[in-house]
């Protein structure tokens, strides 16, 4: 079966983020607050979910289990979920990890809350890489723990991990929890198996838990692998392992993940305090994702990979200065916009206001990220064209204005 990336969905009246959250999540406004363009008229390449239809396999398992009719208390207790999943994972990464591991959670976030809390003493710190996705930082901020940042080293957009700055860090005795992103939001970054590593023996050997937060793990290019960072620790218990289908399928709003705890202690803590009750037609959706998604992944996939290289082609035509590399990972551009634009400018605020474009700007991204903007490319091409257009247009016109105020200047 052939599906369709290019049919554009109107979203809205949907209560999607998407088209009515853009205000609060961005701007951290009311609906007041008003722009040059109706909210219909904007492109929008923010918040990480996708323009796509979730697979029709998917929707066609929810309408099954609709039809069933009642929607009581419900939790996982058919096998036939961890077949689907750990068979996914088999295939996918040639790893799996045992079934009593497995817990679950409304998301992947709300995850992050609960397991910071049950890990971390009041004095106790958490490490992350920056830039960040930002609800890594929440998360810690939420129980008053201490945040350290190891900053990523960017060399003409290609990101790695400081490991001399990480080492120095992680043996600060108090801090022993690392929130970690693989691949990485916002570079796109997919660690290599001696990154992965090398990384792991330094939390490892300083006694830190690792949270590795995969939830980007089956949006890589095509020529990429995804590595579970537990897949190379296989003796430790200190690795717990977050995925989702929410990602890769467009189901977000289902609000349904995996977190594979292997430390009986923490795992003991989740279960006692934890609600473990879930959607019933989250689960239908993810196991049939699991089970009948892999055609429409590939050509996702095939879709996504053209969509980087327009851009690219599109950047370099019209945008030389900016820095941007195809992300290994996720269907998320980071491009450095810094050559255009000072970096004490609010990014999202200026597209918003004079390109009627909707993305995220570096300040969005915990810290080592000015100058940047990240642009979701997960949408029919159309709609690509349009917001490049738009954003590559009014930065032009900066530099046509600069370029006039410098003649000005000389005469
Ligand atoms: N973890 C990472 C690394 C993410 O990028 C996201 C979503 C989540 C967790 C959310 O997980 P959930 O609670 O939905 O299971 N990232 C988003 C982003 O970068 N912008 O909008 C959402």
Redesign the pocket.
């Known amino acids: 079966m052939k599906y369709n990336f290019d049919e554009i969905i109107e979203r809205k009246g949907t209560n999607a983020m998407n088209t009515d959250g853009f205000r609060e999540y961005i701007f951290k406004a009311t609906k007041d607050m008003v722009f040059p363009y109706k909210d219909e008229e904007f492109i929008r390449m923010w918040?990480?979910?996708m323009e796509f239809a979730a697979p029709p396999e998917v929707i066609q398992a929810i309408k099954d289990r609709a039809d069933q009719r009642i929607f009581g208390y419900t939790k996982v207790f058919d096998p036939n979920y961890y077949h689907a999943f750990s068979n996914w994972t088999k295939h996918h990464y040639d790893w799996t990890f045992e079934k009593e591991h497995l817990v679950f959670s409304h998301?992947?976030?709300?995850a992050l809350f609960e397991l910071v809390g049950y890990i971390c003493k009041p004095d106790e710190k958490v490490l992350i890489v920056t830039p960040s996705?930002a609800?890594f930082k929440y998360a810690v901020d939420f129980h008053n723990i201490e945040l350290v940042t190891s900053d990523l080293v960017n060399q003409d957009g290609y990101y790695t991990m400081d490991f001399d700055d990480l080492e120095a860090k992680a043996k600060d005795e108090k801090v022993t929890l690392c929130i970690f992103?693989n691949p990485h939001?916002?570079t796109g970054r997919v660690w290599t198996t001696e990154e992965l590593k090398r990384f792991g023996d330094i939390c490892l050997e300083n006694n830190l838990t690792i949270i590795s937060?995969e939830?980007?793990c089956d949006l890589l290019r095509n020529e990429m692998t995804h590595t579970p960072l537990a897949k190379i620790f296989p003796e430790t218990d200190r690795i717990i392992t977050c995925m989702?289908a929410?990602?890769t399928f467009n189901l977000?709003g289902l609000?349904f993940?995996n977190i594979i705890i292997p430390n009986d202690e923490i795992r003991a803590v989740w279960k006692a305090l934890h609600n473990d009750t879930e959607n019933p037609l989250s689960i239908a959706a993810t196991q049939a994702a699991y089970e009948h998604g892999h055609d429409w992944l590939n050509q996702l996939k095939d879709y996504l990979d053209d969509n980087f290289a327009f851009t690219k082609q599109y950047l370099e035509q019209h945008l030389p200065e900016a820095v941007y590399r195809i992300p290994e990972a996720t269907y998320?551009a980071w491009v450095n916009i810094s050559a255009y634009l000072p970096n004490e400018e609010n990014l999202p605020l200026y597209f918003a206001n004079n390109a009627g474009v909707l993305l995220?700007g570096g300040n969005m991204f915990v810290s080592n990220s000015d100058g940047y903007i990240r642009l979701n490319l997960a949408c029919p091409r159309s709609i690509l064209t349009e917001g490049l257009k738009r954003i590559s247009e009014v930065l032009q016109n900066v530099n046509e204005n600069k370029a006039c105020c410098e003649l000005q200047s000389v005469k």
């Not at 998301?107 to 709300?110: H, L, N, S, T, Y």
């Open positions: 918040v990480a979910d998301g992947i976030v709300p996705y609800y992103c939001n916002p937060d939830i980007h989702s929410s990602k977000a609000m993940s998320l995220e």
